[in-house]
């Protein structure tokens, strides 16, 4: 059976069993949460009142065509009628948080097709829920990135069944329901895969279908310098859920010692001081970020090179930023956050209209015949 040939759900619509569209059961203002949409999500689970604890997890976990989000994308769903996160298109979400309380009325995790998406319905509070978060909660906070690894289609299998998961981490710590069956050698070698790579799959073992994540933390952003044009770049990433940290570097080029930056960060000198940004350019180069922008002409970037006695990377851009037009502060964060993201994701950052092919990245398909590959890649053009 193919992963998206679902069985047909027996429609059981109870209108107590969610809320209706717009109306609030908490009229409480909710916390604030994070604008990096999984830690959105588990910044919500972590305020739910007991009274309004119930929620359903939706994660989008194959895409048939083309589709709003790509899978892996989620959406939670709270008894007071809040929506974190999205999985469907806006004219599909509706519908779509009416079905998932009954969907998941058993409490037993469920696949449905909404569009072109395949998503998994989960309600919180189970073993299998409560062991995840509590996976992804700790790599939070040690901003470090995991696997998961989640059975949606069990097959003829007894011994295991949808929703049953293997969560590994760098160090090859892993736990999960799966740890210790029969399949958890074939998942091992697919989620360290995914670990490696930073890309999500989809694994057939026999008879069981599984949607193997990678998780990573969001994007670590370094700005070194004070300036008034630095505000508009804090509050765009901050929009965009990255972490992002400013050091005014008043003191001199000491300031950046000990930072904790790799291929994994992106590094803005924007001191407008000629002098400091020869120092800065010493002391960063050698830490190799993933993109380092330098603010400035492409003649002074070329002399401060020559200067420092260091040939500038592919990862290094100066002049930064992406060329929209316009030099007001607002707009300079505007190139700079975009060409960032280009970067960051392996993009040229160039027009949709001439790129050949998707638009996104297909998402790997293993074990799958040679008849599903083929319709997966053309689903997702």
Known sequence: MAIHDLSAFRERRNPLSYPP????????????????????????????????RDAVLVTAVQSLGSSYRRPGARMLLVRDGRRIGSVV?????????????????????????????????ERTGTPEFSSM?????KHR??????????????????????????????SWARCGTLTGSVLEPQVLTHASAALREKKNRLVRLGAADLFVEWV????????????????????????????????????????????????????????HNYALDAALLRQIMPMKPGYL????????AEKLFAEIGISPGPNVHAPVGLDIGGDTP???????????????NHRAGGMLKRRAGAIHGLTLEKGLTGEESSVAATHAR
Request: aromatic share 6%.
């Open 330 to 344: 607002d707009l300079v964060a505007l190139s700079v956050i975009a060409e960032i993201q280009a970067r960051m």
């Open 216 to 271: 990573g933390p969001p994007l670590s952003v370094t700005l070194l310098g004070a300036g008034r044009d630095t505000a508009p770049l804090v509050r765009f990433a901050k929009l965009l859920g990255w972490d992002i940290s400013t050091i005014d570097c008043s003191g001199g080029a000491e300031s950046v010692s000990g930072l904790n930056i790799g291929g994994d960060s992106a590094v803005l000198i924007m001191t």
């Open 141 to 170: 906070k040690l901003r470090k990135p995991a696997v998961i690894a989640t059975v949606i289609s069990s097959g003829s299998l007894s011994t295991v069944k949808i929703g049953d998961r293997l969560l590994l981490d760098e």
């Open 293 to 300: 922008g330098l603010l400035g002409p492409k003649a002074r």
């Open 133 to 137: 978060i509590e996976f992804l909660e």
């Open 89 to 121: 298109a806006p004219h599909l979400e509706a519908d779509l948080a009416k079905q998932a309380w009954w969907i998941t009325e058993s409490r037993t995790p469920r696949l449905q097709t909404f569009g072109s998406m395949v998503a998994l319905f």
């Open 21 to 52: 569209s717009g109306t609030s059961t908490n009229p409480a203002v909710p916390q604030e949460v994070s604008a990096f949409e999984i830690y959105a999500i588990l910044d919500t689970l972590q305020q739910l009142e007991e009274t309004n």
